[in-house]
């Protein structure tokens, strides 16, 4: 026959989790406790400061790490390349602007330059030989001009007179037209010798005129490459420092070629 058991009121498993529950209770009061305004810190008066609390704008400093620069620098490039062949200043020196940093050396170049120098002396002599010819060619054109005119006016009185007398019947008819045909040829003659005297002068004037244009871009060709020479000594192009200079003598530099940098200490920056 069975028989009703009584269930126990507390049983372990209960009692267990109650205690649980208890000690989590307990841990949560200790550490308000503890973090509550109970809790004190003690401080030296000496380290304590009082100001008066005012509006103004926040003011704070943070160390920071940085290398400091001048504001300008000018990079030197190598604008012709060439043979380092002399140093006229060391690496920190203080430049003044077109003071000589360095010398390059370049045959090439100083060969090119005295073969240019070579032709416009050439060309420039042979214009002065075609300028003269051409004035002696206008001193004989004009020298026959004038013996025209002089045979001319000389045929136009003998015409003139051979036609009085032939209408006269003092000289034949041949001997008119003699004078006739020579007082002609004359006047054709210096219309002629006219035309070629305008012509000869207009021909020497466009020769001298090519002459002279092509003098003159034969020297701006020189100029240039006395600069290109020129530029062979490299010169600080503004007052400063020169710093970070890369060229020893006897090292070969191409164009374009970094050498060193001057910079400007009126200003820094980091």
């Known amino acids: 026959m069975d028989r009703v058991i009584q269930k126990k009121r507390w049983s372990k498993k209960r009692l267990l989790t109650i205690g649980i529950v208890a000690g989590i209770v307990a841990l949560i009061a200790l550490s308000f406790y503890f973090t509550s305004g109970n809790s004190k810190l003690n401080v030296d008066t000496e380290r304590i400061t009082i100001s008066e609390v005012i509006k103004g704008p926040y003011k704070d400093a943070i160390p920071v790490n940085g290398i400091v620069l001048p504001v300008t620098s000018i990079y030197l490039d190598a604008t012709e390349g060439g043979r380092v062949e002399y140093k006229y200043v060391e690496d920190g020196a203080m430049m003044t602007k077109g003071q000589p940093i360095l010398k390059l050396s370049n045959t090439n170049l100083q060969l090119s330059l005295v073969n240019q120098e070579t032709s416009v002396y050439n060309l420039l002599t042979q214009m002065q030989i075609s300028r003269n010819a051409s004035q002696q060619n206008t001193v004989n054109k004009l020298n026959q001009m004038t013996d025209v005119e002089s ?21 034949g008819l041949q ?9 002609n040829y004359l006047l054709r003659k210096k219309q002629l010798t006219r035309q070629i005297l305008e012509q000869d002068s207009l021909s020497t004037k466009q020769q001298l005129q090519q002459a002279s244009q092509s003098y003159s871009g034969s020297q701006n060709a020189l100029n240039v490459m006395r600069k290109k020479v020129g530029d062979l000594i490299v010169r600080a192009p503004i007052d400063g420092q020169l710093t970070s200079l890369d060229a020893e003598v006897g090292q070969t530099k191409r164009e374009g070629d970094r050498l060193g940098q001057i910079d400007v200490l009126s200003g820094f920056k980091v």
């Open 175 to 183: 001997e008119f037209k003699t004078s006739e045909n020579n007082y």
């Open 151 to 171: 045979q001319l006016t000389e045929a136009e009185r003998l015409y003139k007179l051979n036609k009085s007398l032939y209408e006269q019947k003092a000289i």
